[in-house]
């Protein structure tokens, strides 16, 4: 007999009692947020195998967690925006009528729960009372999520209280069912205010507070009352003399973004005293203040990051967030029972369990030939900001932080210089929507294929993209004072494909001149992309740029640019005649420019 809960908020309780009448779970049991019930979570989670308790001497608090082999990714592809019409979930998503689309996940959700536990987690994205925060209660038969939404969000009765008898929530239902692809589906109802999410047990797929809500369905609210949900990361720079500015930055994934927001200085720049705030790595909700500036929070309370190439140097506060109270997903389990990934830190082991679960030993190599990884190669953490060294003391701040600048960044290995700065707010949303991602070897797909990004928001945007950018235009016109907007490539290579720029720590020395911009402390170079620093303007004290280099790093070959021109007119074709006149208008004007 399928349990019922009894809630004092009608429309809460009585949605609840809808969802497991259809699942059938033979428990519901509702997260209270309490270090007692989250350790018994824990218990009961080792004891069935779905989590591996980590050596608790020298990783306190940590827990392993190997995910289905189909299950390591998001699936872009079974993921869907379910609206009335077609044309309001655009061009770029996946759309499905919300009739089929419940129907469909309906069968596959149907007594799906028999013999297990639905878990009712109330969580907060944003701290919780804020008034730039929003609510949800996800269901989830898995105790994986629960611990992971216990990081990543506000939870618990606390959010309960916030929500009160009457409060909107985004309604979120997560199942694992048959974890089959062919059975999986992510589906979003952005005029229902729900997610369903169904087949999977991936985090992006099943945490549903972060691309789902945060993203998707925030994107969409977002719009109708006028403020942005934008795949940022958030960063405080203090310079001499204490001021803090704050930056947001959009980063297609893999790009970068979790190491740029706890970007360590080099010495030489933490000589002069500039400190790094880390606010977040990868949503920024924005809203326009009467200060006639925007303003920024992330709404998220945890790290969920890549860990292959995450080590001391290439990302030391990662490494010292995830000592302690760390879920580790698809990692090498080594002898002592601590972990390890490819590119982490030190030597490889002699030999472990692999994230398959399999014996595995250093140098293996399967039946073509190729290194066997310990790890998969999106193996991920999810730890607490607040364990960062660089977090910020802003971060539970319900009004967020005032943001100075935006930055895009591509990753292009020629084209795009180091840095550029806009012209205005709408040159500044045309490079935003121009945003370009190559593939790397460590990525599916062709070698310098490029992947079109705008915002990087590709497979985020809630609604039609096109109608994204007209949103993007309008707030720039409701702004008194409207954050500048730089466009950033850490990735440009020279002629024998070596990197021109060092990056990692050595960022922050562009982000430097990004807020001397703002503090209209230096002038700039006017070229057809924009303004770029001059020689000198950028601090190279410890590295070395000669006037060569730097030359490389800022050359425009006009020629390749027509041509990036000519792609970005197909890329935009897609819109019709929905696409902002102001996005063909840039598109114009900067090939007038590169003709002159
Ligand atoms: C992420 C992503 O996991 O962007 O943050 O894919
Ligand atoms: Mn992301």
């Known amino acids: 007999m399928t349990q019922r809960i009894a809630l004092k908020h009608k429309k809460l309780e009585s949605w609840i009692n809808k969802m497991a ?46 995910t289905a082999p189909n299950d390591v990714a998001r699936t872009e592809g079974l993921t869907f925006i379910c609206t ?101 589906l992510i589906l979003h109802f952005p005029e229902d205010n729900t997610i369903w999410s169904v087949g ?26 006028k403020w942005l949900a934008e795949h940022m990361l958030i960063l405080g ?111 490889p082991p002699k030999n472990g369990i692999d994230w398959l679960g399999r014996k595995w030993k250093s140098g293996i190599r399967d039946e073509d030939g190729l290194p066997v990884k310990g790890a998969n190669t999106n193996s991920r953490f ?9 977090a910020s003391f802003r971060s539970e701040h319900h009004h967020g932080v005032p943001i100075s600048a935006i930055v895009f960044g591509g990753r292009r290995a020629r084209l795009a210089p180091l840095v550029s700065e806009s012209f205005s707010w709408q040159h500044g949303v045309y490079l935003g929507a121009t945003l370009v991602s190559e593939r790397t070897a460590a990525q599916y797909g062709k070698l ?23 949103h993007w235009l309008k707030t720039g016109k409701r702004m008194a004072r409207p954050p500048r907007i730089f466009y950033v490539n850490w990735f440009r290579k020279d002629s024998r494909g070596n990197f021109l720029w060092p990056g990692f720590g050595d960022n922050v020395r562009i982000l430097e001149w990004i807020l001397d ?29 000669g006037e060569r280099k730097w030359k490389e790093l800022f050359s425009i070959d006009k020629k390749e640019w027509a041509l990036e021109v000519g792609e970005q007119k197909k890329f935009f074709a897609k819109f019709g005649r929905r696409l902002p006149k102001e996005i063909l208008k840039e598109l114009r004007a900067f090939e007038e420019r590169l003709k002159s």
């Not at 047990?201 to 998707?216: F, Q, T």
């Open 21 to 66: 009448r259809m699942c059938a779970p033979d428990h519901i049991v509702l997260i209270n947020g309490s270090q007692k019930q989250k350790t018994s979570l824990e218990k009961e989670a080792s004891r069935t195998g779905e989590l591996i308790r980590l050596n608790q001497k020298k990783m306190p608090g940590c827990f392993l967690h190997r």
């Open 84 to 184: 009335k019409k077609k044309r309001t979930a655009g061009p770029i998503n996946n759309w499905m009528s919300p009739r089929a689309a419940y129907k469909k996940a309906e069968s596959i959700f149907k007594d799906s729960m028999k013999g297990r536990t639905m878990y009712v987690i109330p969580f907060s994205m944003g701290p919780t009372g804020s008034p730039f925060s929003k609510i949800g209660i996800e269901l989830t038969d898995s105790i994986y999520v629960v611990l992971n939404m216990l990081i990543m969000t506000r939870a618990g009765e606390k959010v309960l209280k916030q929500l009160g008898t009457r409060g909107e929530f985004t309604k979120c239902l997560h199942g694992k069912a048959e974890r089959d692809l062919a059975k999986r």
């Open 200 to 225: 999977s047990g991936y985090g992006g797929n099943v945490l549903l507070g972060k691309k789902c809500l945060a993203l998707r369905i925030a994107s969409y609210m977002a719009a109708k009352e």
């Open 237 to 347: 720079i203090e310079r001499p003399g204490g001021q803090i500015q704050y930056l947001a930055g959009a980063f297609p994934s893999a790009c970068g973004k979790t190491n740029l927001a706890m970007i360590v200085p080099p010495k030489s720049i933490l000589k002069k005293g500039v400190k790094v705030w880390t606010v977040g790595d990868d949503i920024a909700w924005m809203r326009v203040d009467s200060d006639g500036s925007l303003w920024a929070i992330n709404p998220e309370k945890g790290f969920f990051g890549v860990l292959p190439g995450t080590n001391s140097k290439t990302n030391p506060n990662a490494m010292a967030t995830i000592k302690k109270n760390t879920i580790y997903t698809n990692v090498l389990l080594k002898p002592d029972k601590t972990v390890w990934w490819e590119d982490g830190e030190g030597k």
């Open 382 to 390: 999810t730890a607490p900001i607040s364990q960062c060294p660089s």
């Open 448 to 470: 310098g294929e490029v992947r079109r990004d705008p915002m990087a928001m590709l497979p985020f945007c809630g609604y039609n993209m096109a109608d994204y950018f007209t």
């Open 517 to 545: 911009r703002c503090n209209g402390k230096v002038g700039a170079v006017k070229t057809p992309l924009g303004y770029i620093p001059k020689y000198g303007d950028i601090d190279t004290d410890g590295i070395k740029i």
